[in-house]
């Protein structure tokens, strides 16, 4: 009888030393698949922020075909005289993507001000030249007038190059009274701007239409952002920029620049002069008198005229970029300043 009380006492504390180790076996091993889940999860997510914070590319931009304004609508490749031209939309995705990388990253955004030397005449850069215009520039070609001055440092002496007023930057730091921390949309590199030359425009800037400017083929696309890496064609119109012709009429400059204004007419003199030859109507400034605007009236009092067969053809304004006056009106609509871009491609 002892003895099978023994043996079931032995039996009993073997069973449970058994289920013991056998919960404990249990608990390893779902501690062991806890922590793999763990890792595949913390894997995944930094995959995704990885994916998330990675620059964008040309290849990155969808960019679809919905045309709003319908008139003059070129093709992607159309015939001119003996050749043809085209849009380039290849180079157009890498500045959608520049845009887009800016746009992603947390900025309190700016835009370089200067018009008309309103905010004070820029100093003269380190190394400067007399352009065709007998005007200073820098060795870009970057003209003083109208400019914002950009030094490597704030203890700089002089500035090193000029940044073209309506460029768009971003707001690095503000250390001292006098000078401001930027990084630049349509420049390289970072730069110290004395701050009455930088209008802030806040950390909550959206950029909803670009306008892409080709000076080679003399032709303007319009795009509208639909979402993250996604672009709508709204328009593909002729389109005509400016010349080389010194002393009054320079060349659209290359770069990217906010919308600043706009003027159901804007009047200008004729050359020389301070006598109003006439007036362009649906006008929107993007840098310095650069503006998209319609066909020019030569008469202050003149009606509007919807079409030149000059357009699409050879570039012969100021600086401005010419489009038929009811495409222009659909510019003057659409872009809201401050929230629009016009890009200048060659």
């Not at 050749?83 to 380039?88: A, D, E, L, P, V």
């Not at 009274?177 to 970072?190: P, Y």
Request: with cysteine; aromatic share 10%; glycine share 6%.
């Amino acid at each position: 009888m002892r003895n099978t009380i023994f043996f079931i006492f032995l039996f009993v504390i073997i069973a449970t030393a058994a289920c013991k180790n056998s919960s404990k076996n249990s608990s390893a091993a779902e501690l062991r698949r806890k922590d793999s889940l763990e890792k595949v999860k913390e894997a995944k997510e930094a995959a995704e922020k990885a994916e998330r914070e990675k620059p964008r590319t040309a290849a990155d931009i969808k960019l679809d075909k919905d045309i709003q304004f319908e008139k003059y609508t070129l093709e992607d490749v159309y015939p001119y005289e003996d050749t043809t031209r085209i849009f380039q939309f290849d180079k157009i995705k890498e500045k959608l993507a520049h845009i887009e990388n800016f746009m992603r990253m947390p900025h309190v955004y700016g835009v370089l001000d200067n018009y008309k030397n309103r905010n004070g005449e820029a100093a003269v850069v380190e190394n400067f030249v007399r352009n065709a215009y007998k005007r200073v520039s820098d060795t870009l070609g970057n003209e003083k007038y109208q400019s914002a001055p950009l030094y490597q440092s704030e203890n700089s002496k002089k500035p090193s190059r000029y940044g073209r007023d309506g460029s768009l930057v971003a707001i690095e730091s503000s250390d001292t009274l006098d000078m401001v921390k930027v990084t630049g949309l349509s420049f390289e590199g970072t730069w110290y701007v004395p701050k009455r030359y930088v209008k802030s425009k806040g950390d909550s800037v959206k950029i909803a239409h670009v306008a892409v400017v080709d000076v080679t083929n003399q032709n303007i696309c319009v795009l509208e952002r639909t979402g993250e890496n996604e672009w709508k064609i709204r328009s593909m119109n002729p389109a005509t920029s400016g010349r080389h012709k010194p002393p009054h009429a320079m060349e659209t400059p290359l770069g990217i620049f906010f919308v600043q204004e706009q003027k159901a007419k804007m009047f200008y003199f004729k050359d020389g002069t301070k006598s109003i030859e006439g007036y362009a109507p649906y006008a929107s400034r993007f840098t310095n008198g650069g503006y998209i605007h319609g066909v020019p009236v030569n008469n202050p009092k003149g009606k509007i005229i919807e079409y030149s067969w000059s357009l699409g053809t050879t570039p012969r304004s100021h600086m401005c970029v010419r489009n038929a006056s009811s495409h222009a009106k659909y510019v003057y609509d659409n872009f809201k300043p401050f929230q629009s871009l016009v890009v200048v491609i060659d």
